[in-house]
């Protein structure tokens, strides 16, 4: 879709705490090469959801996306990974079926961290959120990886699994099932890596997502 002017997303203005927040507060732990990392993924990342999930928001004659300039170049990239992801059977039918960046609230979301019980007004934004229809979720990822071994190394990379498991507790239904779906920015291969509740990388995104709401609450929340 070609528009001349981008639709500002309130979303962003809202109160409740977001991974995104819980991301910033991490950055003030991190080495200034990985928040290049972390920074650099998200600007081309947001262009490649917005093209897939919210494509009245991008300005296709001036190359931009949410306020951020891109070039000629990288709408072409993002275009080819779009057409990439809308050839894979299952992510077609998970898109197909699922409301797109859907916003889910909680105002009491309960979290616990060594023993330490508190809660927070919490929120996310859903790439893909099929419970409705196929009772799970999904979350799309640009990557420089060109294997799925690789892929699953920038997931841990980038904390990538604790945004799922925020995302599946934070409902009033917890979501059991969700998929993280990686997009490659070098040979187009779409990879998927299943995240299940109770499994391995649910386990490992919900004790990082925890510790880093405890801090959250300590230094902002009422103590």
């Given at each position: 879709m070609t528009i001349t002017e981008e639709i500002k997303d309130v979303y962003f203005s809202r109160p409740e705490v977001s991974n995104s927040?819980?991301?910033?507060?991490?950055?003030?732990?991190?080495?200034?090469?990985?928040?290049?990392?972390i920074e650099k993924a998200y600007r081309f990342g947001t262009l490649i959801d917005m093209?897939?999930?919210?494509?009245?928001?991008?300005?296709?004659?001036?190359?931009t996306c949410?306020?951020?300039?891109?070039?000629?170049?990288?709408?072409?990239?993002a275009e080819e990974m779009k057409t990439s992801f809308w050839?894979?059977?299952?992510?077609?039918?998970?898109?197909?079926?699922?409301?797109?960046?859907?916003?889910?609230?909680?105002?009491?979301?309960n979290i616990e961290h060594e023993g330490v019980r508190f809660s927070l007004a919490a929120r996310c934004k859903w790439d893909l959120n099929a419970m409705t229809k196929l009772r799970m979720t999904g979350d799309i990822k640009s990557t420089t990886a060109t294997t799925e071994k690789q892929f699953l190394a920038a997931c841990h990379h980038f904390q990538y699994f604790r945004q799922r498991a925020w995302y599946m507790d934070l409902p009033e239904e917890p979501v059991q099932k969700d998929m993280l779906i990686g997009i490659s920015k070098v040979n187009k291969k779409v990879f998927k890596i299943p995240i299940v509740r109770g499994g391995d990388l649910y386990e490992i995104g919900r004790q990082q997502?925890?510790?880093?709401?405890?801090?959250?609450?300590?230094?902002?929340?009422?103590?």
């Open positions: 927040d819980l991301s910033e507060l991490a950055k003030y732990w991190m080495p200034q090469e990985l928040v290049y990392d093209m897939i999930t919210e494509p009245d928001k991008l300005n296709y004659f001036k190359f949410s306020g951020i300039q891109y070039s000629k170049e990288e709408f072409k990239l050839n894979d059977p299952f992510c077609a039918m998970l898109a197909s079926n699922s409301e797109m960046q859907k916003v889910t609230v909680n105002s009491n979301f997502y925890q510790e880093l709401s405890f801090k959250w609450w300590y230094l902002f929340g009422t103590v």
